[in-house]
């Protein structure tokens, strides 16, 4: 089994991702989260956690991990500090660590934030983000959904380099596109746009690897 730090474990994608990494076969979650009193829900649940602040240190948080999903966000409060800087500093302590594998949730259009009408602060950070991860010699994956939907998964996606198309998809298929992206012959080094569509996550994973 290899553990796994799910940074952003929290918020209501990153409890979907815990969730899948606990039923999980492979990997074992490990949630990090901001807050003492954040810890308990998990710890119920027999979840290992690690408290870890984007905005400090977070050499801590990587001790026995193996790989590392980054689905923080700061909900537009702070898109430098956290989005960008939270996810460079995580990006290096994890180099540093030699972590097998870093998978980032970034966003649809941040590829070219200087196009987008709204978000554009959040697109850009995103974007710093992502190149950052691109430079470094870490093993990656770089998930860009479309507009996220609270609905059900359907566990079947679009997935392209580049859609060029606008599209949602629910974030139940975001964490299992995610987790999918984890494993080592999945999505090598590679950066990909997903929306809802007609090919199981699996399939679409392995048309693009």
């Known amino acids: 089994m290899e553990n796994v730090l799910v940074a952003g474990a929290n918020g209501t994608t990153g409890k979907k991702i815990v969730n899948l990494l606990k039923s999980s076969q492979y990997f ?4 990090m989260v901001r807050k003492k009193e954040q810890q308990e829900q998990f710890e119920k ?27 923080a966000g700061s909900g537009g409060k702070k898109v ?7 996810a460079k500093s995580l990006i290096d302590v994890s180099k540093n660590a030699n972590i097998k594998k870093f ?5 649809m259009g ?25 430079s470094q010699n870490l093993m990656h994956a770089i998930v860009r959904p479309g507009s996220l939907t609270n609905d059900s998964g359907t566990g079947k996606i679009e997935l392209k380099s580049k859609l060029n198309k606008q599209g949602s998809i629910t974030r139940d298929d975001v964490a299992q596109t995610l987790v999918r992206s984890l494993h080592d012959d999945a999505a090598i080094n590679s950066t990909f746009e997903i929306i809802q569509g007609d090919t199981l996550i699996g399939k ?5 690897s």
């Not at 074992?28 to 949630?31: F, R």
């Not at 679409?204 to 693009?208: E, R, S, T, V, W």
């Open 103 to 107: 998978v980032m949730l970034s966003s």
């Open 110 to 134: 941040a590829d070219n934030p200087e196009e987008a009408s709204d978000l554009k602060e959040y697109l850009k950070a995103k974007h710093n983000a992502d190149e950052y991860l691109k």
């Open 45 to 71: 649940e027999n979840i290992k956690t690690v408290l870890g602040d984007l905005e400090k240190d977070l050499s801590h948080t990587v001790k026995d991990i193996d790989k590392v999903i980054f689905a």
């Open 28 to 31: 074992e979650p490990v949630a």
């Open 80 to 86: 430098v500090e956290v989005d960008q800087e939270g």
């Open 204 to 208: 679409a994973m392995d048309g693009n």
